[in-house]
């Protein structure tokens, strides 16, 4: 089993310690609006790896200026915060369990759960907003707005939800997940290069290494679904079994062939860079092995 690269402790940390900022602690609010803040916290702060976040970090810093990548990876962070408390919900999987905790809904009611969603995706261009100069805060807030939106992760998480005891091409299932998960990624590697004022080739490259890194970061994620345990991953075991998965359609072996080739190929999108991308080259080799 491949650990997390030694480099991204640090990252975490960092943006750990920003997103604790960013939502700010109940007591420093109104009443009121206390149990909305504790369920955004709780699923904001949860333990993770804060791998698009940490996508955003690395892209700024190739690009040569990271300085000012921090408020948009914690923007990212909350809108995959968000997109996961609706994710869990009843009328969508139902989930029990997220990153070894119970989801918000069964902590604090389906109701709060609703209400941090949206908390949580308002703070995150609200962030943009105070953040950057309105140029910039503009082309980042289009950017996470496209990610998230009719061509994105509500298309995505749509298609799944009514994909459920159906059987799916693989172009129809590989359509779904790079709009439910490859799009984040994408807009993860796109955001740090822009604030760093990469290239438009600089752009080009990150965004096809993360829209391919994305994708294989799913395959996993069905693979693990069928190989792994609660403890391992953080949520239930075979929690998608009424869904077309990368499993169900290629086996176990094939879903691990394709997340392997998926991360080949993101890392062969990052030659203009040369070593210079060799922390994003062994991001892509851990999505490729992990088992959390």
């Known amino acids: 089993m491949r650990s997390l690269p030694a480099f991204f402790t640090e990252s975490q940390d960092t943006i750990a310690r920003a997103l604790d900022l960013m939502v700010p602690a109940p007591e420093t609010q109104g009443a009121s609006a206390s149990q909305v803040i504790d369920a955004m916290r709780y699923t904001l702060l949860a333990p993770s790896k804060r791998v698009r976040a940490v996508v955003v970090l690395l892209a700024a810093d190739l690009c040569g200026h990271p300085s000012r990548a921090l408020p948009v990876a914690c923007a990212i962070e909350a809108i995959h915060a968000s997109s996961l408390i609706l994710d869990d919900l009843p009328c969508m999987d139902d989930a029990p369990l997220r990153r070894g905790r119970p989801t918000v809904h069964t902590v604090y009611g389906e109701a709060i759960a609703l209400l941090a969603a949206f908390g949580l995706l308002n703070e995150a261009y609200r962030h943009l907003a105070r953040s950057y100069d309105a ?3 503009a082309r ?4 996470c707005a496209d990610a998230v939106g009719l061509d994105g992760l509500v298309a995505g998480q749509a298609e799944d939800v009514l994909a459920t005891d159906a059987t799916l091409n693989f172009e129809t299932l590989e359509r779904i997940h790079r709009r439910k998960t490859g799009v984040l990624f994408s807009a993860a ?3 740090g290069a822009l604030t760093a004022g990469g290239s438009a080739a600089d752009v080009a490259a990150l965004t096809a290494y993360a829209k391919n890194l994305g994708l294989a970061f799913q395959v996993v994620d069905d693979l693990l679904d069928v190989i ?5 991953t953080g949520k239930a075991a075979r929690h998608d079994a009424r869904k077309t998965t990368f499993v169900s359609f290629s086996g176990v072996d094939g879903a691990r062939e ?3 080739e998926l991360c080949r190929t993101a890392t062969l999108a990052l030659a203009p860079f040369g070593q210079r991308a060799a922390r994003l080259g062994e991001l892509a080799d851990f999505v490729a092995a992990r088992r959390l």
């Open 228 to 232: 792994g345990t609660p403890e391992e």
């Open 258 to 260: 394709l997340a392997h």
């Open 140 to 143: 980042l807030t289009s950017l």
């Open 135 to 137: 140029p910039l805060a």
């Open 189 to 191: 590697a796109t955001a």
